[in-house]
């Protein structure tokens, strides 16, 4: 009986050494780490936020993500600053170094001036390639026999972008915020489109029944001669009066 207890406690002992072990290893247990995006899908567009405090704070971003071609990003993430929507920082496939296929990665360090800061990635690729998001069973099944989607889903299981102080002393100026804080369940706000997939619309008609100012929030790609992103169109004369495009 002793030596049955014996074993199980080993057993027992050994398991939450591994468990302790892991969360060492796991970005998001890191102290340093403000937000660790990962485990994301083919098809998906995913935010964190976080907010600097107090001084200009240097921040470590790393990356991994996908290409398309050898100037194209297909799966990649960006740092946009909340108060005015710029774009801080961007993996840029020039700048990214190659990880087997059609993988590349990046640790790249900035410099962030006290702001509240969007994180998104974004996993939608090429309109063209590779196709759509199975959905339903039998596009499911179907997809198990599709070469392109599956290597398209094995490299996501690699996909990450992980934001963290530079400093041990940086890390009392960075917090996370929550996502609807950052982007968008505002008492004000007309309406979201949410993610939308490739060759898809999302419309909404309002009423404007005298002059007034909106604040449009739109993110966009541009892939070789194929364009995503949103307009504001007149109903009866059918002009754009607001596109991303031309913003």
Aim: hydrophobic share 40%; aromatic share 10%.
């Amino acid at each position: 009986k002793r030596r049955g207890l014996s074993r199980i406690l080993l057993v027992g002992l050994v398991a939450v050494t591994i468990m302790l072990v892991y969360r060492v290893l796991r970005d998001d247990w890191n102290p340093a780490v403000v937000v660790s995006l990962s485990r994301m899908g083919p098809h998906e567009l995913n935010v964190a936020a976080f907010t600097v405090k107090g001084e200009p704070t240097e921040l470590q971003i790393i990356a991994t993500g996908s290409l398309q071609s050898d100037t194209l990003l297909a799966a990649y993430p960006w740092v946009l600053r909340h108060s005015d929507r710029s774009v801080v920082w961007k993996m840029e496939p020039k700048k990214a170094s190659r990880d087997g296929g059609m993988l590349v990665s990046v640790d790249d360090r900035i410099w962030l001036e006290p702001d509240d800061y969007d994180v998104y990635f974004t996993s939608f690729g090429n309109p063209d390639e590779p196709t759509s998001a199975p959905s339903g069973f039998i596009d499911k099944f179907f997809a198990q026999f599709d070469d392109d989607f599956q290597k398209w889903k094995s490299e996501s299981n690699k996909w990450k972008v992980v934001v963290m102080a530079g400093s041990e002393e940086a890390q009392s100026r960075l917090s996370p915020a929550h996502p609807s804080e950052s982007v968008g369940e505002d008492e004000l706000m007309i309406w979201t489109s949410g993610p939308v997939d490739s060759r898809s619309v999302s419309e909404y008609t309002f009423e404007a029944r005298r002059p007034v100012s909106i604040h449009v929030k739109c993110t966009g790609s541009v892939a070789d001669d194929s364009k995503s992103g949103g307009w504001i169109e007149d109903i009866e004369s059918g002009e754009h009066v607001w596109d991303l495009a031309t913003a």
